[in-house]
């Protein structure tokens, strides 16, 4: 199946600090990728839909100043955190599917393990 | 709005069939997926029904009745690998809205 690649797999950071996690497609063209959030033990989340060069689409109750999306390439989107506070803290992964073929899989990143301190 | 539901746990012995089960309210419905999870990783996908009726993929098969809002997933042979958690999701359009998750025990 298609890979899609997510960096950082984990970072601890300060509150108030703002942090960058980037999602790759690898071997394919994501027009639209999906940042999901996951709490432990819980489902995931959907945030937000990032699609190729227009803003992101974000899902109620989910502030889009303090969760910035850019995807600015096909093959590249990115969620900042901004001014993390220790409430943020969660696993979030980003999915993304091909979405010109008939294929209905969704292929997801590792995740990213997000600490706020 | 959309809902989905599934058991939260459910505990079994190696070689077991375990079935788990999804039912759903939603708008826009286009399929049923289900998707695998282990602690702490991604989750990577099982199977997906469009159509009414059974699919098999190896040891895992998936149904999905779109009169009753119901679809299941059926774990054959169970293995201690299979430990993770379940999550059945509602593909509307091109987003995936996902239930709880049920997580899976092995036991020897």
């Known amino acids: 199946g298609a890979v899609v690649s997510q960096h950082p797999s984990w970072v601890i950071c300060k509150s108030g600090t703002s942090v960058k996690i980037e999602c790759r497609s690898l071997d394919f063209q994501a027009t639209t990728m999906f940042w999901y959030r996951q709490f432990p033990k819980q489902s995931l989340m959907l945030m937000a839909t990032s699609n190729e060069g227009s803003k992101a689409t974000y899902e109620q109750g989910v502030e889009k100043d303090k969760f910035l999306i850019n995807h600015a390439s096909l093959t590249l989107s990115t969620l900042t955190v901004t001014s993390a506070h220790p409430e943020d803290s969660s696993f979030y992964i980003c999915?993304?599917?091909?979405?010109?073929?008939?294929?209905?899989?969704?292929?997801f990143g590792q995740g990213t393990r997000l600490t706020v301190v | 709005g959309q809902s989905l539901e599934q058991p939260s746990e459910v505990t079994a012995v190696e070689g077991a069939i375990v079935q788990i089960n999804c039912t759903y309210q939603?708008?826009?419905?286009?399929?049923l997926s289900w998707y695998q999870q282990h602690d702490g990783g991604a989750p990577t996908f099982l199977s997906y029904?469009?159509?009414?009726g059974l699919e098999e993929t190896g040891r895992f098969s998936s149904f999905l009745s779109r009169s009753d809002s119901y679809g299941y997933l059926l774990l054959q042979e169970l293995q201690m690998k299979d430990s993770a958690s379940y999550f059945c999701a509602v593909n509307r359009d091109y987003k995936l809205s996902f239930g709880a998750g049920t997580t899976v025990t092995v036991r020897a």
């Open positions: 029904n469009a159509l009414d």
């Open positions: 999915s993304a599917r091909d979405l010109k073929g008939a294929n209905t899989e969704a292929f």
């Open positions: 939603t708008s826009g419905f286009y399929g």
